[in-house]
């Protein structure tokens, strides 16, 4: 069963960096894009950072110059680096991935199980 699983995140002080990790476990023989959201109570999620299949990426505005995001196709995996952070960049965020072809599934979309980010002092 293919699964996003996502680590990092946790409490940060404003003005500190941040850097998330997703896994895409299972049997996969290729993925599409891959990419990061995130969600604030009673607001809709949005793209923070993707990374398509193709090389090339989408940052949103609101994270421009604070976010770098890599990927490498081998090990099936996506990173976020943020800096400087403030408080509005706390959320629950979650890894995304698309086009998953695997042993059991074509062109599956998910998304992980989310971990919070906390920007507090």
């Known amino acids: 069963q293919v699964q996003l699983v996502e680590s990092g995140g946790g409490l940060v002080q404003p003005g500190g960096s941040l850097e998330l990790s997703c896994v895409a476990s299972?049997?996969?023989?290729?993925?599409?894009?891959m990419g990061w959201y995130r969600q604030t109570p009673g607001q809709e999620r949005e793209m923070v950072a993707v990374?398509?299949?193709?090389?090339?990426?989408k940052i949103a505005g609101s994270v421009k110059g604070r976010a770098t995001i890599s990927r490498d196709y081998a090990q099936k995996t996506v990173t976020l680096q943020m800096n400087n952070l403030d408080p509005r960049d706390s959320g629950v965020y979650y890894c995304?991935?698309?086009?998953?072809?695997?042993?059991?599934?074509?062109?599956?979309?998910?998304w992980g199980q989310g971990t919070l980010v906390t920007v507090s002092s």
């Open positions: 995304h991935a698309d086009r998953i072809n695997s042993l059991t599934d074509r062109d599956l979309t998910l």
């Open positions: 299972g049997t996969i023989f290729s993925i599409g894009s």
């Open positions: 990374y398509m299949s193709g090389g090339s990426t």
